[in-house]
């Protein structure tokens, strides 16, 4: 089972989501902003992206700058940001086992299936 952290209301995201069912991907669909995640699974998917921590972040968001947050913040303050306010949360995400990719561009998600 194929898993997408998911946005409906962003275009990136909408784009992958189709690709995948369009190659007739089973694929979960979570959708991040409304249901609950843990420090484990933000955690585990940061593992599994392999990228520093800050790549996951939406640094163009409002929130980032209002929460006193840079480029430059220590990894925790970030996770803990992510976990408080997910809109700040890169989209979207493809997993697929222990491999992950942010879908930006959306083909990026056919990655996986190489």
């Known amino acids: 089972m194929k898993t997408i952290w998911h946005n409906p209301r962003?275009?990136?995201?909408?784009?992958?989501?189709?690709?995948?069912?369009?190659?007739s991907v089973d694929v979960h669909v979570f959708h991040?902003?409304?249901?609950?995640?843990t420090y484990?699974?933000?955690?585990?998917l940061i593992e599994k992206l392999s990228i520093p921590v800050i790549e996951l972040v939406?640094?163009?968001?409002?929130?980032?700058?209002a929460s006193g947050l840079s480029r430059t913040s220590k990894d925790e303050l970030?996770?803990?940001?992510?976990?408080?306010n997910p809109i700040?949360?890169?989209?979207?995400?493809?997993?697929?086992?222990?491999?992950a990719v942010i879908g930006r561009p959306p083909e990026r998600a056919l990655?996986?299936?190489r």
């Not at 991040?32 to 995640?37: A, P, R």
């Not at 970030?78 to 408080?84: F, K, T």
Request: aromatic fraction near 8%; include cysteine.
């Open 10 to 23: 962003c275009s990136k995201s909408r784009t992958a989501l189709n690709l995948l069912k369009d190659m």
């Open 32 to 37: 991040y902003l409304n249901e609950i995640f």
């Open 40 to 44: 484990e699974d933000l955690m585990s």
């Open 58 to 65: 939406r640094t163009n968001e409002k929130i980032f700058r």
């Open 78 to 84: 970030l996770i803990e940001a992510m976990l408080q």
């Open 88 to 99: 700040l949360i890169e989209r979207p995400i493809i997993i697929s086992g222990d491999k």
């Open 111 to 113: 990655e996986l299936f």
